[in-house]
C-alpha cells in the first residue's frame, strides 16, 4: 500500500499546484480577457470556475496531509459538484463569441460541455461507492 500512498500524496500536491495556476492565470495573468472568443459575460460564470479550483486546491492539500480515502472521496465529490455547477451556468450563460468564420464551434462546445457534465455525474457517482467501502474498510490495493 506504500506505493499507492506515495503516490497519491505527489498526485494531490500536484494537482493543488495547477489549480493555482489556473486560478492565477484566469483571474491575474493573462487573464481571461485575452481569449479572444470569450464574450464579458464570463463574469457571470467565473465564481463558479473559481469556486470550483479553489475547492481543488483545498481538497488535495488536505488529502496530501491526511491520507484517508474516504476523506479524498468527499473532497472529490464536492469538487466535482461544483464543477457540474459551472459548467451548467456556462450552458446557460454560454459566453462565447466564435464570430461568423468558426460556425461550427458553438455545437463542438456545448457537445464537450455535456461530456463534461455527464462524465462528472459518473465520477461522482464513483466516488459516491469509493466514500461507503472506505467507510466500510476496503481500501483500493496498490499496484
Not at 506515495?6 to 489556473?22: C, D, E, F, K, Y
Amino acid at each position: 500500500m506504500a506505493a499507492w500512498t506515495t503516490t497519491s500524496r505527489s498526485s494531490n500536491v500536484g494537482s493543488a499546484v495547477i489549480n493555482a495556476l489556473l486560478l492565477w492565470g484566469i483571474n491575474i495573468w493573462p487573464g481571461w480577457q485575452v481569449v479572444p472568443f470569450l464574450t464579458g459575460d464570463m463574469t457571470r460564470v467565473l465564481g463558479l470556475i473559481n469556486a470550483s479550483l479553489v475547492a481543488g486546491i483545498i481538497v488535495n492539500l488536505v488529502c496530501a496531509v491526511i491520507h484517508a480515502r474516504a476523506l479524498l472521496s468527499l473532497g472529490n465529490i464536492v469538487v466535482m459538484g461544483i464543477g457540474v455547477a459551472a459548467m451548467l451556468r456556462m450552458w446557460e450563460v454560454f459566453p462565447f463569441d466564435f464570430g461568423t468564420s468558426w460556425s461550427g464551434w458553438p455545437v463542438v462546445v456545448r457537445v464537450f460541455l455535456v461530456l463534461g457534465i455527464v462524465g462528472s455525474i459518473i465520477g461522482a457517482i464513483v466516488e459516491v461507492v469509493n466514500f461507503f467501502r472506505a467507510l466500510a474498510g476496503f481500501e483500493p490495493r496498490a499496484r
